[in-house]
């Protein structure tokens, strides 16, 4: 099995910044893509950023530009840097991934973290 811990979510003023950092742990082989989901209240769960295991990177067109996506694969990490917060940001945040476990090679396993509040307020 494999766990996501997510940490970094808050309440920012309108142009804050925030850091989400979500860490993957348990039995693990590799990791393909990771990335961020939200959801705003009323709202269906939309895609934020995706990095790709070989280094690619997509983001919806509402974060372009403010919103940067990394990992570290070395700690089987990922991050989302959030700069110029809009209030319309607002939501649960998501980390997902596509885990290959140890003892299961065949392919792999989508897992997803708790969920961390982020709140900006205007």
């Known amino acids: 099995q494999a766990q996501l811990v997510e940490s970094g979510g808050g309440l920012v003023q309108t142009g804050g910044s925030l850091r989400l950092s979500c860490a993957a742990s348990?039995?693990?082989?590799?990791?393909?893509?990771m990335d961020w989901y939200r959801q705003g209240l009323g709202n269906q769960r939309e895609l934020v950023a995706r990095s790709t295991s070989g280094g690619r990177t997509n983001y919806a067109d509402s974060v372009k530009g403010r919103f940067t996506i990394s990992r570290d694969n070395a700690k089987n990490t990922v991050y989302l840097q959030m700069n110029n917060l809009k209030p319309e940001d607002t939501a649960v945040y998501y980390c997902?991934?596509?885990?290959?476990?140890?003892?299961?090679?065949?392919?792999?396993?989508?897992?997803w973290g708790q969920g961390t509040q982020v709140t900006v307020s205007s």
């Open positions: 997902g991934a596509d885990i290959v476990l140890n003892y299961y090679r065949d392919s792999s396993i989508r897992y």
């Open positions: 348990g039995s693990i082989f590799s990791i393909n893509a």
